[in-house]
Each structure stands twice: as C-alpha cells, then as structure tokens.
C-alpha cells in the first residue's frame, strides 16, 4: 500500500483499486486454506467438519467474485485517472524543455 501510495497521486480511484487488490490477496489465501482444511478433513473422514468448511470456502468464493464485479469499475476510473496525469506529465515536460 506504501509503494502505491509514493508512486501515485492520493486519489480516491487508486486507492480504491489498491485496497480492493489487498482483499482479493486477503480472499485468494483464505479460499487457499480452507481448501486445504477440506482436504484433510475428509481425508480423516470428519465429513460435518468438511460440510461447514465447504460452506465457509463458498462464501470466500462469493466474496472474492463481488470484489472482481466491484473492481471492474473502479480498475476503469483509475486507469483513466493514470492515463489522463500521464498526458499531463508529458505537456508540462515538453513546456520545461522549451523554457531551458
């Protein structure tokens, strides 16, 4: 979050996009490891155990797919953000160059 933060303008938008990236990281790891949980539970044949995480991981799974519709938009209006202060940086290095 650091990193973006000192290479982007505080904007709403990219911090938008940035925070919905850390909890996709955050989902991706949780539905890593209730996969795994899975797996060993009915490994042990604990299949009430394996039931309840298998309802847990469809949740991760639910959430993980409403922040990829959220970030869709959000993704959007950074990037248009980045385009728009990339075509600005350029204007105001070709004024610098000419001033020199």
Request: charged share 30%; glycine share 8%.
């Amino acid at each position: 979050m650091k990193k973006v933060q000192k290479s982007c303008r505080t904007t709403s938008e990219v911090l938008d996009a940035a925070l919905i990236a850390a909890a996709q990281r955050v989902e991706h790891y949780e539905i890593a490891a209730y996969g795994t949980l899975i797996a060993f539970a009915d490994l042990l044949g604990e299949s009430q155990h394996a039931s309840l995480l298998r309802q847990t991981l469809d949740e991760e799974k639910a959430a993980d797919e409403k922040l990829t519709e959220l970030s869709q938009d959000v993704n959007v209006a950074a990037n248009d953000l980045g385009a728009g202060e990339s075509e600005q940086g350029k204007s105001q290095s070709g004024k610098r160059g000419r001033a020199a």
